[in-house]
Structures are given as structure tokens and as C-alpha cells.
């Protein structure tokens, strides 16, 4: 019991003072002497110790994310991030390797980005040539009104002038002053002494005697030229005309270019050209089908038809080349009839091919010509031959090179001519044969050829040098190339009856795992072709078939029966994804 007490104690003790909490407390001298003094044990805890710095880092670390606006760079976002940071500028070195703290993803410009703006040409001038005339120049970022930036004391004494409005009195204030400076500088000269006037080396005679470029043009009309002078010009313009064209000699034979439209008019009521294409025209979807049925069949050639082209993009309109000496371009879209006839060449039209835009095509022959001609007028441009048979015809696909022509000829060279002087620039001599193909590659950087020697050349484009020689015992000749629509591959139709894929990579290797078969080609240059969405091949054959096969499995699809003989072409519809155009040796184009 006294220990109770004691206890009791203590308790009120503590109590009072909670600072005595680790004091043993005196028991009572009445306490019993066999009594022990009470133990307290220190509190524990059954939980681990915790390190909450981590935790603490972690938290302010997820709230600077959701803060900081996205690296442009970064390809996945981890959380769910806000409108404010969808739409933050970019700031800060938002890339470990820019320097000034754009992202090398955002950077379309040597000194970082920069954003595209709608000026017109004159306006862009007009503010260009006043900033460097007077200093100052409209803000083109102002949203209203006009802010201007550069020197405002210029842009206030000048009354804010550009280049482009000098005042009329100010205009007549320079006249004068010109007129003045002229005067007093005749007047000096009186006072100079002859002999520097008269002797060329001074500088004295030269500005005495100094006459503009364009001085003298105008100095009376020409006299008239004599007959000799006559009778020797036309023969200079002749032979000029000769050598622009490429003729001379033995070279191509001459024939008078003529031409017919077939069409009711060249222009509608609206002023637009046949050639125009339709407003509407554009893909429906972007999956290919298989056609199963004819819709049309083209006849006007009196022989075989030997290539066919639809028009860049569109495709309301088909080029084909015949036998017949004669090139036929022909309606798709409305009436399906033969719009213009274009007769330039004494021997059947071997290959064409259309510009970037449609509005002009090279045609070659086998009287050596190679002819540019005018779609819409039917005119030929120029006319280009080295004497040699061309086998196929290829304009540079860059948009700034459309005026280089490269033609693989029968005498073993690629020659490449600049249509605008009419020169040839390169020759690429290497084949061992005849060149049957020219497919550009790598963003038109490279271009492959095919030749009758059974290996396929790459070129760097304007380098006469292979840079890769593909050449296997096994391999045959390869009469047509065409390039996958993803750019990636290309197809070449081999004449041990099969299809062949390469690689357009920088190996250009051969694809041993694709090989489409089945058809018989062998002897003749048939077409070879990929559908717009690159999931079909299709390739004409000696026996007037037309093969579609599918490009993952290789498996042959179907077969159309479309010509008696052979079906040499194929093209597939750039817009309408299930039709598809053939032509063959019986002289007729089908739609299908």
C-alpha cells in the first residue's frame, strides 16, 4: 500500500512539474523498507525510421513538372499535362546540345526558329530597302495600327516616307540638285587643261567621255542590211537553230511537227484550258482495291501502243505513245475521247514522260529525236538528238531542276542536256549496253539505270562516277524499274520471269525474301508498278495478262486477261484507288 502511495505521489508531483519527468522520486520515510524504487522505460516504436528528405524532393519535383511548360523535343508525356503548359512558349535550354536554348527539333534556321509570315513581296521590299535607307522600318509584329522600329528621330524628321513615296517636292528638289551638280561639273572641266582632257589615261578623258551601257541604243533607227548582210544572217540563224536543236549532220531525222485538237473547244466558257484539272479532284480514300471489270477502251492507234502516262496527280487526262509514229493524249474523267494528236516523229514513239506539272512531256523516237512538247498547244519547244537511238527519257523530278533532261541512249551513255540553252551539261558513259531505265532515288540526289549488259548502275546526280555496281552471274536484264510509293524500294521487272525488289538504301542490296512470279515476261519490256498506297504490284506480260500481286505475302492476287498479245504498260490511277490503265501491241489502252 505505501507503495501505491508513493506512486500516487509522485503522480500528483509530476503534475504539478513536468520537468522532474526523468528524477527518481524520493518514497516516503513511512514506505516500507522492502519496497523497490518504480522503473520507468523510455517509449518505443514498433514502425522503421523514415528518411523524408526523398519524399519531399519527389513531391517538389512533380510539382515543377506539372509547372514547366513540355520540351518539344520529348516524344512521350508521362503525365496528364495542363492547357497553360500545352500552350507555353518555349524558354531555357530545352536541349542539352543548343546552344542558345532552342531545341534542335524546333530549328528551321541557323540562328534558331523562325516563324513563318504572310508579307507581300512589294511590302517586304518597301520596308527592307527604307530601314537601310533611313533606319527605321514598320513592325511587322504590331497587331493594329503601325509600330515602327529602328531610328525615330529619322522616321520623324522624314515624316515617316518610305522609299517607295518620295514627295513630289522632294523629287524636284534632287532633279534640281542633279541638274546643278552636272553644270558646275562642265564648268570645272574649262578650267582643266587640254592635254588631260585629250589623253585616254587620265582620269580627266574618262569622266568626260564616260557613256552608260544602255547610251547609244537609241541614236537613230538601224539602217536597213544588204542582201549580203540578209542572205548571211539567215544562213547564222539556220545553222543556229540547228545546233540548239541538236541536228547536224547524220543526226536525227527531221520531220515537220504538227499537231490536232480533237476536242469541241481549248476553253470553256470559264476560260480554263482542257488541261486544266478538275476542282474536285482528289483521293476518296487512301486503301487500293483490285479492279475486276473493264470500263473503257481507248482506239486510235493504227499500230501498238508501246507506253502510257497519266497526268501528274490528277490523272483526268492519259498519255500514250504509239507505234505509229503518233503520241495521243486522251479524257479520263468526262467524255473519253481523244483530245490532241501530236505528230513530230518519222518512226514509232519509243517512251514519254510528263513534267512536274503536266503542262509540257518529252517524247523519244526511233528516229533519234527526243522532242518537248507544249500539252496544252501542242507545239514543240526544242528538239534534242546526239545521232543515237534514246530508250527512255527522264526530266529531274526537283521542282528547280525541271529544265534538265537525262535520256539513256543505245550507244551505252546517260546524256543529260539543260533544256534552256540547249547544251549538253553531262555525259554518264559506264554501261556495257543499250540503257533501258532511269529511276531517281534519295530525294533525287542518285538515280539508278538498267542496261542491257544485266547490271544496274548507281549515279550521284551531275557526277559521271558510279558509286554503286550491281552485278550477279544469276541476274538478267532488267528492261523496267519503278520506285515504291514509300520510296524505299524498287521494283525491276527481270527477264527470267520474275520481279526483283532492291533496296534504296545506301546499299542497294537485293530483298531475296520478296520475289514476285508467276507471269511470263520474258523478251519483253513490260511495265512493272506499284498502287498508290504501295500494297499491290502489278506487271503486263507476253501473253496480254495483267498480274497483281500482294506486296507483303508476294502472293499473286489476280490476273486480268486485257489484251490480244502483249499487254507492254500499266499504270494505276493516282486518284482513283481501284482503276487501272493498260496498252498493249494490239493498239488499244483499256480502263479497268
Same mark, same amino acid.
Given at each position: 500500500m505505501d507503495l501505491l502511495q508513493s506512486y500516487g505521489n509522485r503522480n500528483d508531483d509530476d503534475l504539478d512539474e513536468p520537468e522532474n519527468q526523468g528524477e527518481i522520486p524520493n518514497l516516503d520515510e513511512n514506505s516500507s523498507p522492502d519496497s523497490s524504487p518504480p522503473r520507468l522505460l523510455p517509449?518505443?516504436?514498433?514502425?522503421?525510421?523514415?528518411?523524408?528528405?526523398?519524399?519531399?524532393?519527389?513531391?517538389?519535383?512533380?510539382?515543377?513538372?506539372?509547372?514547366?511548360?513540355?520540351?518539344?523535343?520529348?516524344?512521350?508525356?508521362? =503525365?496528364?499535362?495542363?492547357?497553360?503548359?500545352?500552350?507555353?512558349?518555349?524558354?531555357?535550354?530545352?536541349?542539352?546540345?543548343?546552344?542558345?536554348?532552342?531545341a534542335q527539333g524546333?530549328?528551321?534556321?541557323? @540562328?534558331? =526558329?523562325?516563324?513563318?509570315?504572310?508579307?507581300?513581296?512589294?511590302?517586304?521590299? &518597301?520596308?527592307?530597302n527604307t530601314f537601310y535607307k533611313y533606319g527605321y522600318a514598320a513592325d511587322p509584329s504590331a497587331?493594329?495600327?503601325?509600330?515602327?522600329?529602328?531610328?525615330?528621330?529619322?522616321?520623324?524628321?522624314?515624316?515617316?516616307?518610305?522609299?517607295?513615296?518620295?514627295?513630289?517636292?522632294?523629287q524636284k528638289r534632287r532633279k534640281l540638285e542633279k541638274k546643278k551638280g552636272l553644270e558646275e561639273d562642265e564648268d570645272a572641266g574649262g578650267d582643266l587643261d587640254k592635254v588631260e582632257i585629250e589623253n585616254p589615261a587620265t582620269d580627266t578623258w574618262l569622266l568626260k567621255n564616260k557613256k552608260s551601257p544602255w547610251s547609244g541604243k537609241k541614236d537613230g533607227r538601224q539602217a536597213e542590211l544588204?542582201? &549580203?548582210?540578209?542572205?548571211?544572217?539567215?544562213?547564222y540563224a539556220k545553222k543556229k537553230g540547228d545546233e540548239r536543236s541538236g541536228f547536224g549532220g547524220d543526226k536525227g531525222e527531221a520531220v515537220q511537227d504538227k499537231s490536232t485538237f480533237h476536242g469541241k473547244e481549248e476553253r470553256d466558257y470559264q476560260g480554263r484550258s482542257w488541261i486544266a484539272p478538275p476542282k474536285d479532284a482528289k483521293a476518296t480514300n487512301d486503301h487500293c482495291y483490285i479492279p475486276k471489270r473493264l470500263v473503257q477502251t481507248w482506239s486510235g492507234h493504227t499500230k501498238g501502243v508501246s507506253a502510257i502516262r497519266f497526268f501528274p496527280k490528277y490523272g483526268h487526262l492519259i498519255l500514250s505513245a504509239g507505234m505509229d509514229t503518233k503520241v495521243k493524249i486522251?479524257?479520263?474523267?468526262?467524255?473519253?475521247?481523244?483530245?490532241?494528236?501530236?505528230?513530230?516523229?518519222?518512226?514509232?514513239?519509243?517512251?514519254?514522260?510528263?513534267? +512536274?506539272?503536266g503542262t509540257k512531256f518529252l517524247t523519244a523516237g526511233y528516229d533519234k529525236n527526243i522532242k518537248y512538247w507544249d500539252t496544252e498547244t501542242g507545239q514543240v519547244i526544242s528538239t534534242f538528238s546526239t545521232g543515237k537511238i534514246p530508250y527512255v527519257v527522264r526530266l529531274n523530278p526537283d521542282e528547280d531542276k525541271q529544265n534538265v533532261l537525262l535520256a539513256g541512249m543505245s550507244d551505252k551513255k546517260i546524256v543529260q542536256w539543260d533544256m534552256?540553252?540547249?547544251q549538253i551539261t553531262q555525259e554518264y558513259d559506264q554501261h556495257l549496253g543499250a540503257v533501258n531505265t532511269i529511276t531517281f532515288v534519295d530525294n533525287n540526289r542518285r538515280f539508278v539505270t538498267s542496261s542491257d549488259d544485266k547490271s544496274l548502275r548507281v549515279w550521284e546526280f551531275g557526277i559521271p562516277v558510279v558509286i554503286k555496281y550491281i552485278s550477279e552471274p544469276h541476274m538478267h536484264s532488267m528492261p523496267s524499274i519503278s @520506285?515504291?510509293?514509300?520510296?524505299?524500294?524498287?521494283?525491276?521487272?527481270?527477264?527470267?520471269?520474275?520481279?526483283?525488289?532492291?533496296?534504296?538504301?545506301?546499299?542497294?542490296?537485293?530483298?531475296?525474301?520478296?520475289?514476285?512470279?508467276?507471269?511470263?515476261?520474258?523478251?519483253?519490256?513490260?511495265?512493272? +508498278?506499284?498502287?498508290?498506297?504501295?500494297? =499491290?504490284?502489278?506487271?503486263?506480260?507476253?501473253?496480254?495478262?495483267?498480274?497483281?500481286?500482294?506486296?507483303?505475302?508476294?502472293k499473286v492476287f489476280r490476273t486480268l486477261k486485257c489484251h490480244e498479245g502483249v499487254c507492254i504498260g500499266c499504270e494505276w490511277h493516282p486518284l482513283e484507288q481501284s482503276k487501272v490503265a493498260t496498252c498493249g501491241w494490239d493498239g488499244l489502252i483499256k480502263y479497268w
Open positions: 517509449a518505443k516504436s514498433a514502425a522503421p525510421k523514415v528518411d523524408d528528405t526523398m519524399l519531399a524532393l519527389t513531391v517538389a519535383q512533380g510539382n515543377r513538372t506539372l509547372s514547366k511548360p513540355i520540351d518539344p523535343v520529348q516524344h512521350a508525356v508521362a =503525365f496528364n499535362p495542363t492547357y497553360d503548359q500545352l500552350w507555353a512558349p518555349i524558354y531555357g535550354p530545352s536541349h542539352p546540345y543548343a546552344k542558345d536554348g532552342i524546333m530549328r528551321n534556321h541557323k @540562328l534558331g =526558329f523562325v516563324e513563318d509570315a504572310a508579307i507581300e513581296p512589294f511590302v517586304f521590299d &518597301e520596308q527592307y497587331s493594329a495600327g503601325y509600330n515602327y522600329v529602328g531610328d525615330l528621330e529619322a522616321l520623324q524628321k522624314n515624316d515617316g516616307i518610305s522609299v517607295y513615296n518620295i514627295p513630289q517636292h522632294e544588204t542582201e &549580203e548582210q540578209k542572205k548571211y544572217a539567215e544562213e486522251w479524257d479520263v474523267f468526262n467524255s473519253g475521247k481523244c483530245m490532241r494528236t501530236y505528230m513530230g516523229h518519222s518512226k514509232a514513239v519509243r517512251d514519254i514522260w510528263f513534267c +512536274n506539272d534552256n540553252t540547249g @520506285l515504291h510509293p514509300n520510296s524505299n524500294w524498287l521494283a525491276a521487272q527481270s527477264l527470267d520471269n520474275q520481279i526483283l525488289i532492291y533496296s534504296t538504301r545506301e546499299k542497294f542490296q537485293l530483298n531475296k525474301k520478296k520475289r514476285f512470279a508467276g507471269h511470263i515476261a520474258a523478251g519483253y519490256a513490260c511495265q512493272v +508498278n506499284f498502287s498508290p498506297d504501295g500494297r =499491290f504490284v502489278m506487271s503486263g506480260d507476253g501473253e496480254g495478262k495483267c498480274w497483281f500481286w500482294d506486296w507483303k505475302s508476294c
